[in-house]
T-cell receptor
Framework: GIQVEQSPPDLILQEGANSTLRCNFSDSVNNLQWFHQNPWGQLINLFY???GTKQNGRLSATTVATERYSLLYISSSQTTDSGVYFC?????????FGAGTILRVKS | DGGITQSPKYLFRKEGQNVTLSCEQN?????MYWYRQDPGQGLRLIYYSQIVNDFQKGDIAEGYSVSREKKESFPLTVTSAQKNPTAFYLCASSNRQGMQPQHFGDGTRLSIL
């Protein structure tokens, strides 16, 4: 099956800093989603991005499907950005998740 | 408001007991899914359903069962055959399987007494 790898596994930022999270996948996929899981376990859709770049406030995402990777950019980070960020690829009929990046933003 | 409702938020299971987790959606989505999340890991697919009265096994279906009698409901039963049921369970739905984004409920935490 497909492999989805996220890096880095852990990231600690000072409030106001910028960061880039990466998602690599081992095969062609139909689509890709980025999620934020908050400390209460809620999984929030951030982006649904098969290719190209999308922006939503301080967050943006870029997927280069031909090279099998996606990037999530967080600018001017805030403490509320803390949590786990998951990349998930739509492979056939299934959504396959990476292991996530744990982000901690310190004030 | 449209969304996915999971209940209960917390559930405790005794040895040898079956428990059922509820998932209801009012998004008029065709497809529904159940995932399991263990600490420090991503989500793994248990079962999914594309249409009423039809469902398929995901990657870790052993010890679980589902039904899809109504479009808006997709309950998951954790049976006594599931030897390690302690986990966080998330339900999701999408407008059409495979090509549409999935939306998630707030999850149920299941623990063994």
């Amino acid at each position: 099956g497909i492999q989805v790898e996220q890096s880095p596994p852990d990231l600690i930022l000072q409030e106001g800093a910028n960061s880039t999270l990466r998602c690599n996948f081992s095969d062609s996929v139909n689509n890709l989603q980025w999620f934020h899981q908050n400390p209460w376990g809620q999984l929030i859709n951030l982006f649904y991005i098969p290719s190209g770049t999308k922006q939503n406030g301080r967050l943006s995402a870029t997927t280069v499907a031909t090279e099998r990777y996606s990037l999530l950019y967080i600018s001017s980070s805030q403490t509320t950005d803390s949590g786990v960020y998951f990349c998930a690829v739509i492979y056939g009929n299934k959504l396959v998740f990476g292991a996530g990046t744990i982000l901690r933003v310190k004030s | 408001d449209g969304g996915i409702t999971q209940s209960p938020k917390y559930l405790f299971r005794k040895e040898g007991q079956n428990v059922t987790l509820s998932c209801e959606q009012n998004l008029n989505h065709d497809a529904m899914y159940w995932y399991r999340q263990d600490p420090g890991q991503g989500l793994r697919l248990i079962y999914y359903s594309q249409i009423v009265n039809d469902f398929q096994k995901g990657d870790i279906a052993e010890g679980y069962s589902v039904s899809r009698e109504k479009k808006e409901s997709f309950p998951l039963t954790v049976t006594s055959a599931q030897k390690n049921p302690t986990a966080f369970y998330l339900c999701a739905s999408s407008n059409r399987q495979g090509m549409q984004p999935q939306h998630f409920g707030d999850g149920t935490r299941l623990s063994i007494l």
